[in-house]
């Protein structure tokens, strides 16, 4: 995990701290599809192993922010492995073509003439499901999962669910001041990085970017950023952080 992921961690905790019930969802099966958002060609299969050496330390990380004894910690492959061929048809059944060809990443492929799998145009109505199974009544993501997020609510109601609401939140820029952060684009600062690596990281990120920072990562109010010299304000932000 990174530190964009500590921006959805942030408001879960927000939530918890307000007596909510926090459910920390691992997408072990659904890592075997990857998800399509923003990419313009499919992304390559993991392995099995890959994605259990990826997930081992998503407990302890988490932890870092939330209390993770009160946490509820699902994995989807729980029930994903499970579901007969029956039963996925009949969840296939509750979507059409249509809906799903109108995400904007697949609409920019078929634009350009490029291919996208079957099972990418799963993922979506997979991750939907996954709302229905832990009768969620509000998920949280970045503002790139508006649509997987809406599919929730869709299907939600075709299994005569009352529709989960949504929030989405801003993206975090990545280290090159360009992207989201991301560590296929290696401009990320993960939670686990040493306080050095992650003081030192801060340290450099572009002078625009603090404002963001402060307002995603931190509970420091803009208003005691306001006027002080950018590497003052990093420097501040690299405390409240690494704290």
Not at 3 to 26: A, P, T
Not at 54 to 71: E, F, G, M, P, T
């Amino acid at each position: 995990l990174h530190l964009g992921h500590s921006v959805l961690l942030l408001k879960l905790k927000q939530f918890q701290k307000l007596g909510h019930q926090i459910i920390f969802l691992i997408g072990d099966f659904t890592a075997r599809v990857g998800d399509p958002t923003e990419r313009t060609t499919s992304r390559p299969p993991l392995s099995v192993e890959e994605i259990r050496e990826n997930i081992k330390n998503y407990k302890q990380q988490a932890s870092k922010v939330l209390d993770i004894n009160k946490v509820e910690i699902e994995y989807n492959a729980k029930w994903w492995d499970k579901m007969p061929l029956r039963d996925m048809m009949i969840l296939a059944s509750q979507v059409t073509y249509s809906q799903v060809s109108q995400r904007a990443d697949f609409k920019k492929r078929l634009l350009e003439d490029k291919d996208f799998t079957l099972e990418e145009f799963m993922y979506p109505i997979l991750q939907g499901y996954d709302s229905v199974v832990l009768k969620s009544n509000l998920e949280i993501g970045g503002t790139d999962q508006k649509f997987n997020m809406l599919m929730g609510r869709r299907i939600q109601k075709k299994y005569k669910q009352a529709p989960q609401d949504i929030m989405t939140l801003k993206l975090l820029v990545g280290l090159d001041g360009e992207k989201k952060m991301s560590k296929s684009l290696k401009n990320f600062i993960g939670i686990n990085e040493s306080p050095q690596s992650q003081y030192g990281k801060i340290m450099s990120i572009p002078d625009k970017l603090i404002p963001d920072y402060f307002e995603l990562c931190t509970n420091v109010p803009l208003i005691e950023i306001k006027g002080i010299h950018p590497r003052e304000a990093k420097a501040k932000l690299a405390r409240e952080i690494v704290t």
